[in-house]
């Protein structure tokens, strides 16, 4: 359990986040930490770095338990968090994880700093993240199983030998959390790399050799389209295999860009794989040069703007809807066939086809479209559509209708 959100076993895959405000700023990163949850994530981590932060961080609760935003807030430590937990045990006492990465516990006193976070942990009833990272691997750690490995016959390339020391870092930890007295349930693990062949290989490592939830993600992923897409190749293999209970999708957002991009992407990542539901699905052909005007683009993309808007009355409305699936097709070759696939669609005339639109529900030809105001007839069709499927939501012992 992260606050009162469980993480592992069969409990669905969690979308996590993280801030990138100071968090030594109270009103910015409470602001953020909102943002992020209205967005869905289910998790927000902070940076807590220095003794600003950590001061921070109960006001920052505060001020979310007020706003009744209930969201987890994990705390980040790197080098110091030994000594932020023990000097400031408000900060200690309101998150609801830490994180700590192995590599990043000083190098004299690695595990004495260690021990020391997770009594915290036990102290406050916490749960722990040993997060490895491959720019931070303990280097004593590798430098040794390099060692090692120039001593042997057939010597290993430095790659496997790298993902070996992470997950002997890991797995070296986790061990050391329990004998420090830190319960098996208590522990969440994740290596990340920032290659999409080296994610898998690490985490289907650690898979096969320990039952501890696997928080799972690409470090550094990058901007834009190349953020999005190494995310979703390396996280999808994973979680194909039923490996990964919590994931985060780390962009790099552009000066100024939405910070909760991170968040729909790996939402979409978990309905594409049909792990969880989150959003009505909207699927619209390519286009192609059957399709003459950018009708069908528009209205696809209206659909879509239209569903967006209407979700967060629609979730508490109409229980289930995000499982809906529209179709928006540009012509008939397709149309009408995913049309049928999907829970209500419609098929725009193409290039020569008579200017008429027909409309599938539940798989049944039941309306045909034409004018200027298909959009708009459309719209209200899917409206009618969800009022009769999904309104019926139960209140107290009756239900509404
Ligand atoms: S459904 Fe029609 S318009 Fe859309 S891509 Fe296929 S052939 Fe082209």
């Given at each position: 359990?992260?606050?009162?959100?469980?993480?592992?076993?069969?409990?669905?895959?969690?979308?996590?986040?993280?801030?990138?405000?100071?968090?030594?700023?109270?009103?910015?990163?409470?602001?953020?930490?909102?943002?992020?949850?209205?967005?869905?994530?289910?998790?927000?981590?902070v940076?807590?770095?220095?003794?600003?932060?950590?001061?921070?961080?109960?006001?920052?609760?505060?001020?979310?338990?007020?706003?009744?935003?209930?969201?987890?807030?994990?705390?980040?430590?790197?080098y110091?968090?030994?000594?932020?937990?023990?000097?400031?045990?408000?900060?200690?006492?309101?998150?609801?994880?830490?994180?700590?990465?192995?590599?990043?516990?000083?190098?004299?006193?690695?595990?004495?700093?260690?021990?020391?976070?997770?009594?915290?942990?036990?102290?406050?009833?916490?749960?722990?993240?040993?997060?490895?990272?491959?720019?931070?691997?303990?280097?004593?750690?590798?430098?040794?199983?390099?060692?090692?490995?120039?001593?042997?016959?057939?010597?290993?390339?430095?790659?496997?030998?790298?993902?070996?020391?992470?997950?002997?870092?890991?797995?070296?930890?986790?061990?050391?959390?329990?004998?420090t007295?830190?319960?098996?349930?208590?522990?969440?693990?994740?290596?990340?790399?920032?290659?999409?062949?080296?994610?898998?290989?690490?985490?289907?490592?650690?898979?096969g050799?320990?039952?501890?939830?696997?928080?799972?993600?690409?470090?550094?992923?990058?901007m834009?389209?190349?953020?999005?897409?190494?995310?979703?190749?390396?996280?999808?293999?994973?979680?194909?295999e039923?490996?990964?209970?919590?994931?985060?999708?780390?962009?790099?957002?552009?000066?100024?860009?939405?910070?909760?991009?991170?968040?729909?992407?790996?939402?979409?990542?978990?309905?594409?794989?049909?792990?969880?539901?989150?959003?009505?699905?909207v699927?619209?052909?390519?286009?192609?040069?059957?399709?003459?005007?950018?009708?069908?683009?528009?209205?696809?993309?209206?659909?879509?703007?239209?569903?967006?808007?209407?979700?967060?009355?629609?979730?508490?409305?109409?229980?289930g809807?995000?499982?809906?699936?529209?179709?928006?097709?540009?012509?008939?070759?397709?149309?009408?066939?995913?049309?049928?696939?999907?829970?209500?669609?419609?098929?725009?005339?193409?290039?020569?086809?008579?200017?008429?639109?027909?409309?599938?529900?539940?798989?049944?030809?039941?309306?045909?479209?034409?004018g200027?105001?298909?959009?708009?007839?459309?719209?209200?069709?899917?409206?009618?559509?969800?009022?009769?499927?999904?309104?019926?939501?139960?209140?107290?012992?009756?239900?509404?209708?």
């Amino acid at each position: 359990m992260i606050g009162d959100i469980p993480v592992g076993s069969e409990h669905p895959v969690v979308v996590q986040s993280m801030t990138n405000t100071d968090t030594a700023d109270i009103s910015a990163t409470a602001g953020q930490i909102r943002s992020l949850a209205d967005a869905g994530s289910e998790l927000v981590r902070v940076t807590v770095n220095n003794e600003e932060s950590a001061k921070a961080v109960p006001y920052i609760t505060e001020r979310l338990e007020q706003a009744g935003c209930t969201v987890p807030v994990i705390g980040d430590f790197h080098y110091n968090g030994h000594l932020l937990l023990t000097r400031f045990p408000e900060c200690a006492r309101s998150l609801a994880k830490y994180r700590i990465n192995p590599g990043n516990v000083g190098t004299r006193h690695r595990d004495k700093n260690f021990i020391t976070i997770i009594e915290q942990a036990i102290k406050y009833d916490k749960p722990v993240r040993i997060g490895v990272n491959w720019g931070s691997l303990d280097q004593t750690l590798l430098t040794g199983m390099m060692d090692e490995n120039s001593k042997r016959n057939d010597p290993l390339d430095a790659r496997t030998v790298m993902i070996s020391a992470m997950v002997e870092s890991a797995m070296r930890s986790a061990r050391l959390a329990e004998e420090t007295g830190l319960g098996h349930d208590r522990i969440i693990l994740s290596a990340k790399v920032s290659g999409v062949r080296d994610l898998v290989e690490v985490y289907r490592k650690l898979a096969g050799i320990s039952d501890y939830p696997l928080h799972l993600g690409l470090t550094e992923a990058g901007m834009g389209t190349k953020g999005i897409i190494a995310s979703t190749a390396g996280l999808s293999v994973l979680l194909q295999e039923g490996i990964g209970d919590t994931i985060r999708v780390s962009l790099t957002p552009k000066p100024g860009g939405d910070r909760t991009e991170e968040v729909q992407v790996a939402q979409q990542i978990l309905q594409s794989m049909e792990l969880r539901r989150f959003n009505p699905q909207v699927t619209a052909c390519p286009g192609c040069g059957r399709t003459t005007s950018t009708l069908f683009q528009k209205l696809a993309d209206d659909i879509w703007a239209y569903i967006h808007s209407q979700m967060p009355q629609w979730r508490s409305r109409y229980p289930g809807v995000e499982g809906l699936k529209v179709a928006v097709m540009g012509c008939v070759v397709n149309g009408p066939g995913e049309s049928k696939h999907a829970d209500i669609g419609i098929s725009l005339p193409g290039t020569g086809e008579a200017p008429k639109a027909p409309v599938y529900i539940d798989g049944i030809h039941t309306r045909t479209l034409q004018g200027e105001t298909i959009a708009k007839d459309f719209q209200e069709i899917l409206d009618t559509y969800i009022e009769k499927k999904f309104g019926r939501d139960r209140v107290g012992l009756g239900i509404r209708d």
